[in-house]
């Protein structure tokens, strides 16, 4: 995890106001869209879906990924 610095920024007031930027804000993950994306993804049941409809040419006997796995890899 990257660490950031606690020193504040003060911008340019606007109208009479400061505005102070504070990067005290703890631990951040950019990853947490994509938990939001695979909850919408099983309620909606997109991947499973297209997994359902779309034709998989590769041999059932040589696959380990099912093909609604490579789906939710790929979006």
């Given at each position: 995890?990257?660490?950031?610095?606690?020193?504040?920024?003060?911008?340019?007031?606007?109208?009479?106001?400061?505005?102070?930027?504070?990067?005290?804000?703890?631990?951040?993950?950019?990853?947490?869209?994509?938990?939001v994306?695979?909850?919408?993804?099983?309620?909606?049941?997109?991947?499973?879906?297209?997994?359902?409809?779309?034709p998989?040419?590769?041999?059932?006997?040589?696959?380990?990924?099912?093909?609604?796995?490579?789906?939710?890899?790929?979006?």
């Amino acid at each position: 995890m990257t660490k950031c610095n606690g020193a504040a920024v003060e911008f340019p007031g606007f109208r009479g106001r400061k505005i102070p930027a504070d990067f005290s804000g703890g631990d951040l993950t950019r990853d947490g869209g994509l938990l939001v994306l695979r909850q919408v993804d099983c309620w909606l049941g997109l991947t499973q879906r297209l997994a359902e409809r779309l034709p998989d040419p590769r041999d059932p006997e040589r696959i380990t990924p099912s093909l609604q796995t490579l789906w939710r890899q790929r979006l």
